[in-house]
Structures are given as C-alpha cells and as structure tokens.
C-alpha cells in the first residue's frame, strides 16, 4: 500500500439488478474516496443502496460496472481468491448484529481472523488481549458472547474487524440495536480507534446525531452520492 494511497476509491461504480424482466439500478455512477484517518458517515433511507454499496466496497460483491480500489490496489482484474486475500488483509467489518461465533469466547473471536490469515495462535491471542483491553473489555476476554452485554458483544466485534491491521473499516449501522446510551459508549471507543490507528472508515448510519460528529457525511439519493448538507 503506498503511504498516500486511498483506503478506498470509488469511481463510476453501478449495480443493476435484474426484476420482473427489467433492470432495477441500485447504484448510478457513485464516486467516492475514505482517506486515511478519515470516519466518513454514510446515510440515506432504506432501501436507497447502502448495503450494496457497503458490499461492493468490502469486495463481497462485484459492480456492474466501475472501480473499486483498496488501499492503492485496483480490485476488478483480480479473480476470487485475489478478493478474497486483498479483503482479508485489508478490510475490517461491523455490522448492525455483531455476528460473533457463540461458542468461542471473546478473546477467540479476535484470534480467529487472525489465525485464517495466518498469525500463531500465540500472537494472535496477544493482540487480541491488547485490543479487548483498548476497547474496555480485558476482564471479559474469556466470556462467551451470551454472557455479554449488547455493548460489550459490539465492542468485541469492533476489535475483531481490527485483528488484522486492515486499512479500511466498513461498518453497517453498528449502534442500531443499542438504546442511546450504549451507542454513544460504543461509537467513542470507534472513534478514538480510527482517529489512533490512521485506517479509513465508512459508516453506515440512521442516526444524524452521530453522523454529524463524523468528518463528513455523504448520502445515496437515487443511486447516487452526494456530499450531504449538515
């Protein structure tokens, strides 16, 4: 990855959708670029496309048509496996239901990622001890997820999308299942990672109170991106 590299560049990407025997265009020509550093809120109503945009950024989907490049690396000529092994290296997830494995505990759900992408289970439980400490959860490391409160299971999945150093974290409404309180406990901890660990950051959102406190905000209207008015 080049020093000045983007964590992601988005140029003229569309995604058709075929239904009913016609072409339903969820994205229309949407360019966008997360620098380094940079927690970017990304907000619109439902159904407008941000899963799908979130899915072509996170290479879990390919465009129609466009570029998606990660971290200085161009996505579109590599075959599955290319995907996959940028994806992995490169790209951290946070989703609305943290989606952690409810038979390991805390400290093996941070391990995991990093045994898949070859770390010793040794290190990989070091750095995972380091970040469950830095998101406030040290004394829970060894709790199962059932056994965790909504926060501390979303804080959990916040240092799992970490395990690997990615440049890039897309997150997808990751406070809409917590009451306010929570939320806000948990985006803090979001924020002062991604201001610490210089990576780009891409947030879907509902909640404007939050999103405003981010570095910019930016919204699918009609398939398309815009920089939003606050």
């Known amino acids: 990855m080049s020093s000045d590299a983007a964590a992601l560049r988005l140029a003229g990407v569309t995604r058709v959708f075929p239904q009913s025997g016609q072409a339903l265009e969820v994205l229309r020509g949407v360019d966008c670029a997360v ?3 940079e927690l970017v809120a990304l907000v619109g109503p439902s159904g407008a496309g941000k899963s799908t945009l979130l899915h072509i950024a996170g290479l879990l989907e390919r465009p129609s048509a466009g570029a998606v490049e990660i971290a200085g690396i161009e996505a579109g000529s590599l075959d599955d496996a290319g995907r996959t092994a940028l994806r992995r290296k490169t790209i951290g997830f946070v ?14 759900n941070v391990v995991v990622p990093q045994m898949i992408a070859g770390v010793s289970r040794r290190a990989g439980a ?8 830095r998101v406030g959860l040290a004394g829970r490391a060894d709790h199962r ?8 299971q ?7 999308a970490l395990a690997n150093a990615p440049a890039l974290l897309l997150a997808d409404e990751p406070t809409g299942n917590l009451d306010p309180k929570t939320a806000e406990g948990v985006f803090a901890v979001l ?12 947030i879907a959102t509902h909640n404007l109170d939050l999103a405003r ?8 209207r009609d398939g398309i991106l815009i920089q939003a008015q606050t």
């Open 95 to 108: 989703y609305q239901s943290h989606r952690l494995l409810p038979e390991f505990s805390a400290l093996e």
């Open 145 to 152: 997820p059932g056994k965790l409160s909504g926060g501390e």
């Open 35 to 37: 620098v380094p550093g």
């Open 154 to 160: 979303q804080r959990v999945a916040i240092a799992r």
């Open 191 to 202: 924020r002062e990672l991604i201001a610490e660990t210089k990576l780009g950051a891409l």
């Open 213 to 220: 406190r981010m570095d910019r905000i930016v919204e699918l």
């Open 126 to 133: 070091e750095r995972a001890r380091a970040l469950l400490d």
